[in-house]
């Protein structure tokens, strides 16, 4: 198996997703198809789960040669040093020998002479992981926002509590969180101020959510301009970053707090 980054942009966001991804598990497995790139994990409280997809496409090289799916578990901290250690101008190329399973082989090449190549042997580890199947969902009501603008409102929102509740009607969609020492934040959203915004005629929803898990869940609003709220009536919250291309998401599933849990 082989790959390579070549844009810069594509290859800073792919450091960044292993660099957040150890706010919700140290150890992950990477499973590399013919078409595409898959990771899919839960978290140590196990409330949410994510979801990674990149398309074959999205790579500037991608070649399987493999017969089957290529498995492969990951220390995601380790990987994400690896990563970061890779200059604007260098080029990434990831490797995998079937007979040589227990290494992954990441280089960071550049025509400037001026900047030296780097290689690396990634150790890899057998992660014993089931596949969970989520069901498609028909959501009450979306919406979608600029993911730094809601990612700064979660931030600010998290210094006055634990939990965000969010209440969505066809006129607005307004989020607060509450603390008997440091008071009450609560912020309006016109749906006027939306990029995009549905909801079932004459719907109302009510929720509450964990901030906490919000906010790490926002980490990650560099790798996208634009975020994607689903919400339906005690369901998860799916929150989707798109990564550039059709079918190249990275997606979130956040289960709501019950209410006497508040």
Same mark, same amino acid.
């Given at each position: 198996?082989?790959?390579?980054?070549?844009?810069?942009?594509?290859?800073?966001?792919?450091?960044?997703?292993?660099?957040?991804?150890?706010?919700?598990?140290?150890?992950?497995?990477?499973?590399?198809?013919?078409?595409?790139?898959?990771?899919?994990?839960?978290?140590?409280?196990?409330?949410?789960?994510?979801?990674?997809?990149?398309?074959?496409?999205?790579?500037?090289?991608?070649?399987?040669? &493999?017969?089957?799916? +290529?498995?492969? /578990?990951?220390?995601?901290? $380790?990987? %994400?040093? =690896?990563?970061?250690?890779?200059?604007?101008?260098?080029?990434?190329?990831?490797?995998?020998?079937?007979?040589?399973?227990?290494?992954?082989?990441?280089?960071?090449?550049?025509?400037?002479?001026?900047?030296?190549?780097?290689?690396?042997?990634?150790?890899?580890?057998?992660?014993?992981?089931?596949?969970?199947?989520?069901?498609?969902?028909?959501?009450?009501?979306?919406?979608?926002?600029?993911?730094?603008?809601?990612?700064?409102?979660?931030?600010?929102?998290?210094?006055?509590?634990?939990?965000?509740?969010?209440?969505?009607?066809?006129?607005?969609?307004?989020?607060?969180?509450?603390?008997?020492?440091?008071?009450?934040?609560?912020?309006?959203?016109?749906?006027?101020?939306? &990029?995009?915004?549905? +909801?079932?005629? /004459?719907?109302?929803?009510? $929720?509450? %959510?964990? =901030?906490?898990?919000?906010?790490?869940?926002?980490?990650?609003?560099?790798?996208?301009?634009?975020?994607?709220?689903?919400?339906?009536?005690?369901?998860?919250?799916?929150?989707?970053?798109?990564?550039?291309?059709?079918?190249?998401?990275?997606?979130?599933?956040?289960?709501?707090?019950?209410?006497?849990?508040?």
């Amino acid at each position: 198996m082989n790959i390579v980054i070549k844009n810069q942009q594509k290859a800073e966001c792919f450091a960044t997703i292993f660099q957040h991804i150890r706010l919700f598990t140290e150890h992950i497995n990477i499973t590399f198809e013919k078409e595409r790139l898959y990771i899919q994990s839960m978290d140590t409280a196990r409330v949410s789960i994510f979801e990674l997809y990149l398309t074959n496409t999205w790579f500037d090289v991608y070649e399987h040669t &493999n017969a089957s799916a +290529i498995t492969i /578990g990951v220390n995601s901290t $380790l990987l %994400f040093k =690896i990563l970061n250690t890779r200059e604007k101008t260098q080029e990434t190329n990831i490797k995998f020998d079937s007979e040589n399973s227990d290494k992954l082989y990441i280089n960071f090449t550049s025509e400037n002479k001026a900047i030296f190549d780097k290689n690396f042997e990634f150790p890899l580890m057998d992660l014993e992981h089931d596949i969970m199947g989520i069901p498609d969902t028909d959501y009450n009501a979306e919406f979608s926002l600029c993911s730094i603008n809601f990612a700064n409102l979660i931030n600010q929102l998290k210094l006055f509590g634990d939990t965000l509740d969010i209440h969505c009607s066809e006129e607005k969609i307004l989020l607060n969180s509450t603390t008997q020492d440091s008071g009450k934040m609560m912020v309006q959203i016109d749906i006027n101020d939306l &990029n995009e915004f549905s +909801i079932n005629e /004459g719907e109302t929803i009510e $929720l509450s %959510f964990s =901030i906490s898990m919000l906010h790490n869940i926002c980490m990650y609003s560099k790798i996208s301009k634009n975020i994607n709220i689903h919400i339906k009536d005690n369901f998860p919250m799916k929150i989707t970053y798109n990564l550039g291309e059709e079918n190249a998401n990275m997606v979130f599933y956040l289960a709501p707090k019950i209410k006497d849990d508040e």
